[in-house]
């Protein structure tokens, strides 16, 4: 499933074994690509889990306002 993540990452069209072949050709001929795509993913997931504690932290605000303002 994460193979599927990154191969969607990457915008590539087709069957689940289709995109991976073209990974592996295009990784092949351009390792360099290979290693920049998959920095831009690792980025990409960071800010997704930020996101998702940052929104987690506001909704749980939003439920209960008094934990996070009475501080006393």
Known sequence: MRLEIFLNFLK???TFEE???ALYEKAKKK???LYS???KFSKYQKTCVKMVKYLN???QIILRPSDFLNNE
Do not use: T, V
């Open 12 to 14: 590539l069209d087709d």
């Open 31 to 33: 390792p360099i690509w």
């Open 57 to 59: 932290l506001q909704f």
């Open 37 to 39: 795509e998959l920095i």
């Open 19 to 21: 995109k991976a072949i």
